[in-house]
C-alpha cells in the first residue's frame, strides 16, 4: 500500500503525548481506538506513564517495539516538528498534527509550518491543525474529536474531505441522525503535505466509496485538483463540492471590465463545472445532494411524480421543483387507470399530480400499488414520496412499502418527511430512499442528480498556435490598435481603422474607410475612453475635423493634456455586441464572455472557462460558452432578427484562447469590448481592444 492508504487503514499506530484521563483530549485517540475495536497494535507514548487503558505506554519514539504505519502527534506547535523527525527517520509512514499555532497563527506560526514539513523528510503528513481522520468502512478512528463521542458509526458510501476541522464533526452527526452513512471523514485543514487533490485520488480508489464531498475553503494546488477531479468523474464518484467565501469581492483588474465580471467566486464555478463537480449552494446539500446520489439510481430525464399524504406539502415540494425546471405532469391514461384502480372509494385523488392519497386512508397495499404503478409509469423520470403526520405515530408506513417496491426500477425515489418525524426519515434514509425535512432539498438532490447525468467534460484542445507569438511585442498596456493587432496575430478579424494626428488626417481616412466612422482618442493610458469624453460614433468624413478638435480640448479638460493620436475607424453596425475578455487569478486563466458595450457590467451576463493545461479552448466548450449566455436567444434570431454568425464568433473565442495560451504569464491582461458579432456570413469585428502585457 502507498503511504495514503496506510494512512487510512494502518495496522499500527502510535499516539505521541497520549494521555491517561479518556475525558482529556490527548486521552481520546487511544480510547477512540479501543472503543471501535481496532484491530491493529496500539502504542501510546508517554514518558510519565506506564500503562494506558491496559496497554504498554513507551517513554519515547526510540523505545516503540516496531515501527508504527501512522503517528497521532499530540504535542504543541513547539515540539511537534520534533516528533515528527523522530517518526521519519524510524520509517513510519505518515503522521497527523493535530496542533494549531501554524500558518494561520502569522509569520512566526508559517516558520514551524515550514520546520514541520522539513522534518517529516519523505513521511506524508495529514494537518497540521487537523482533527484527524475516521475510516467508518473500517471502524478506525484517528482523532481527539470530542464530535466522535458516539458508540458507533453508520458505514455508508460517501467520504467527507474538509478543510475544517470542526465541520466534519459538524457533518458526522447530522448523518448519523438522518440514517446516512458515510465511508471516510478526512480534515486535511492547514494542508503542508496531503491536499484535497491527494484525498479526492484515494476516495476514487477506495471500494467503500461511492460518491466525494467536499468542504472547501480554497484550492492550493488548482492543476492537481483538476486532474484528481476529472479522474472521480471518468471512474463515475461524482463530487459535491461546498466553497466558503462566496460573499468576498472578486479580483478588480486594472483596466478592463473582466476582472470585476469574473472575480474570485465566478472562478470556482468554472474549475467545478469544468471537472464535473456538483456545487452545494448550501451547507445542507453537502449530505442532501450526495444521500442521492449514493443509492446509485439514475434520473432519466426532469418528469417527477408527486405521492402524497397531505396535499399541502405536496404542493410545496411540485412548487419547489417547478422553479428549478422539473416537470409535474399528470399520470399518461394506462398509469392513471392502474391507479384508479387501487380506489375503494371515491376519496383518493390518484390521476392526478401530486397523487394524492389523504383521504383515502394510509393502506399499505395502496401505497405499494401506488409506488408500483408510478416506477414502472413511462411518464416518470422519478419518484417523490410525500410523508404526512403518519411519519409521527406510524414512522415505519412508507418506509415498509416503498422498500418492498425498489427493486422494481432504477428510477430515483425521494421522500419529504413534513412533520418533525426524524424516525421516519431515519428509516427511509436507511431502507435507500434519502429523506429530507426541506422541500427545497428534493430539489437539490435531484438536481445534482440530473447535473451528473448532464454535465459534459472538456473537449479536446486545439494546439496553440505559438507562431503568432513570436514577434517582439513591447511591455506594458497596449494602445487600442496595438492590441487589436495582437488580437490579429491569433485570426480575431478587427474593425478597418487609421491611426492619424491631426484633423487634416483624419478626415483624409474618414474618406478612405466610407460611410460613416467612429472617432476616438488613442492612448495606452486611458482605456475607458468614453468616460472623458474620448469616443465620438458616427460621424462623416465632413464632420470629423470638427470632432477631432472639440474631442481634443475635451480629453483637456478632463485629463489636463491633449491627445497626441487619434483612431478613425470603420462604423459597424447591425451586431451584437459581446466581451471577450481574459482573467486571471490564483485558480488559473479564465477566458471571459458577456454582454458587452458601455452597460457589461450592469448586467453582469457572463460565462468563464478556465484554460487547461496546455494550449486554448476546444470549439465545442467555446459553443457551450455562447449558449450559456442569457442573451444567447438574440444570436439565434430571437423574434425575427438575423442569425448571428456564431460560427465566426466561436472561432473568435478559440483564437483569443489561443493567444492566451501562447504568451502565458507575458499576457496580464487582455478584453475585445465590444466584440460586434455580424449576421451569419459576414463574421466578427474587434471594436475595441485591452492588453496588457508584462517584459518577456
Excluded at 497494535?41 to 516496531?66: H, M, Q, T
Excluded at 466553497?243 to 467566486?265: C, F, M, N, P, Y
Excluded at 463537480?277 to 418528469?303: E, H, K, M, N, Y
Aim: aromatic letters at 4%; a negative charge; charged letters at 20%.
Amino acid at each position: 500500500m502507498n503511504a495514503i492508504s496506510t494512512l487510512l487503514k494502518p495496522r499500527s499506530v502510535a499516539i505521541i503525548g497520549a494521555s491517561g484521563d479518556p475525558a482529556k483530549t490527548a486521552g481520546r485517540p487511544v480510547a477512540y481506538l479501543m472503543k471501535h475495536a481496532f484491530s491493529g497494535d496500539i502504542y501510546p507514548v508517554n514518558p510519565k506513564l506506564d500503562r494506558i487503558a491496559g496497554l504498554a505506554c513507551y517513554p519515547d519514539i526510540a523505545s516503540l517495539p516496531a515501527v508504527p504505519d501512522v503517528a497521532v502527534v499530540l504535542l504543541g506547535a513547539q515540539r511537534a516538528h520534533l516528533a515528527v523527525r523522530e517518526l521519519a527517520a524510524l520509517g513510519t509512514q505518515a503522521a497527523i498534527v493535530l496542533a494549531s499555532g501554524y500558518t494561520e497563527a502569522g509569520e512566526e506560526g508559517a516558520l514551524r509550518q515550514r520546520q514541520l514539513l522539513e522534518a517529516a523528510g519523505p513521511m506524508r503528513l495529514l494537518g497540521p491543525n487537523t482533527i484527524g481522520l475516521v475510516n467508518l468502512s473500517d471502524n478506525i478512528v484517528l482523532s481527539a474529536s470530542g464530535a466522535l463521542e458516539m458508540d458507533e458509526f453508520r458505514a455508508g458510501s460517501i467520504g467527507v474531505v474538509s478543510q475544517s476541522g470542526g465541520i466534519l464533526g459538524a457533518l458526522l452527526s447530522r448523518a448519523s441522525a438522518r440514517g446516512i452513512g458515510l465511508s471516510k471523514l478526512i480534515s486535511t485543514s492547514n494542508e503542508v503535505d496531503l491536499e484535497l487533490a491527494d484525498f479526492i485520488d484515494a476516495l476514487v480508489d477506495d471500494d467503500a466509496t461511492r460518491v466525494i464531498s467536499l468542504y472547501v475553503e480554497t484550492v492550493r494546488n488548482p492543476a492537481r485538483f483538476r486532474a484528481a477531479a476529472l479522474r472521480a468523474a471518468a471512474a463515475g464518484k461524482p463530487i459535491v463540492a461546498f466553497k466558503i467565501g462566496r460573499s468576498e469581492a472578486g479580483a478588480q483588474a486594472a483596466v478592463s471590465h473582466t476582472g470585476a465580471l469574473a472575480g474570485a467566486d465566478r472562478m470556482y464555478d468554472a474549475l467545478f463545472r469544468q471537472t464535473g463537480v456538483i456545487r452545494a449552494q448550501t451547507f445542507g446539500d453537502l449530505l442532501d445532494i450526495p444521500v442521492a446520489l449514493a443509492t446509485g439510481r439514475v434520473l432519466r430525464g426532469s418528469r417527477v411524480a408527486v405521492l402524497t399524504s397531505t396535499g399541502g406539502a405536496g404542493t410545496l415540494v411540485s412548487d419547489s421543483l417547478g422553479v428549478a425546471g422539473f416537470e409535474t405532469p399528470p399520470p399518461d391514461a394506462q398509469t392513471a387507470a392502474a391507479l384508479r384502480a387501487l380506489q375503494t372509494g371515491e376519496e383518493a385523488a390518484l390521476d392526478r399530480n401530486p397523487i394524492d392519497v389523504t383521504l383515502a386512508g394510509l393502506d399499505p397495499e395502496l401505497l405499494r400499488g401506488a409506488i408500483r404503478a408510478l416506477l414502472a409509469s413511462p411518464s416518470y423520470d422519478a419518484l417523490a414520496l410525500i410523508v404526512g403526520s403518519s411519519g409521527v405515530g406510524r414512522p415505519e408506513l412508507m418506509a415498509g412499502a416503498v422498500a418492498d417496491c425498489l427493486h422494481l426500477s432504477d428510477k430515483p425515489v425521494i421522500a419529504y418527511v413534513s412533520p418533525h418525524a426524524p424516525e421516519a426519515a431515519a428509516l427511509l434514509t436507511r431502507a435507500g430512499v434519502p429523506a429530507f425535512v426541506e422541500a427545497e432539498s428534493c430539489t437539490s438532490a435531484l438536481a445534482g442528480m440530473r447535473f451528473v447525468q448532464t454535465r459534459t467534460l472538456p473537449d479536446a484542445s486545439p494546439a496553440p498556435a505559438t507562431g503568432a507569438a513570436e514577434a517582439v511585442l513591447p511591455a506594458g498596456s497596449l494602445d487600442e490598435a496595438e492590441a487589436k493587432q495582437l488580437f490579429a496575430r491569433f485570426g480575431v478579424p478587427c474593425t478597418r481603422e487609421v491611426v492619424v494626428r491631426s484633423a487634416a488626417e483624419a478626415e483624409q481616412a474618414a474618406r478612405e474607410i466610407g460611410g460613416r466612422v467612429v472617432l476616438k482618442i488613442l492612448s495606452s493610458d486611458i482605456t475607458h475612453k468614453s468616460d472623458i469624453g474620448g469616443v465620438a460614433v458616427g460621424l462623416s468624413a465632413d464632420d470629423v475635423a470638427v470632432r477631432l478638435a472639440r474631442m481634443s480640448d475635451e480629453v483637456r479638460a478632463a485629463t489636463g493634456s491633449a491627445p497626441g493620436r487619434f483612431l478613425v475607424q470603420e462604423m459597424v453596425a447591425g451586431g451584437t455586441e459581446l466581451l471577450l475578455g481574459l482573467h486571471r487569478d490564483a485558480l488559473g486563466t479564465a477566458i471571459l464572455l458577456g454582454m458587452g458595450g458601455v452597460t457589461a457590467e450592469l448586467f453582469n451576463d457572463t460565462t468563464l472557462r478556465l484554460l487547461p493545461p496546455e494550449g486554448g479552448i476546444g470549439r465545442e466548450d467555446a459553443l457551450s460558452m455562447v449558449r450559456e449566455l442569457k442573451t444567447w436567444p438574440l444570436l439565434d434570431g430571437f423574434r425575427g432578427r438575423p442569425k448571428a454568425d456564431v460560427d465566426a464568433l466561436v472561432s473568435a473565442i478559440v483564437g483569443f484562447s489561443l493567444m492566451a495560451a501562447a504568451l502565458g504569464d507575458r499576457l496580464i491582461e487582455a478584453e475585445i469590448n465590444p466584440l460586434f458579432v455580424l449576421p451569419q456570413g459576414q463574421g466578427v469585428r474587434a471594436a475595441d481592444g485591452v492588453a496588457v502585457l508584462a517584459a518577456g
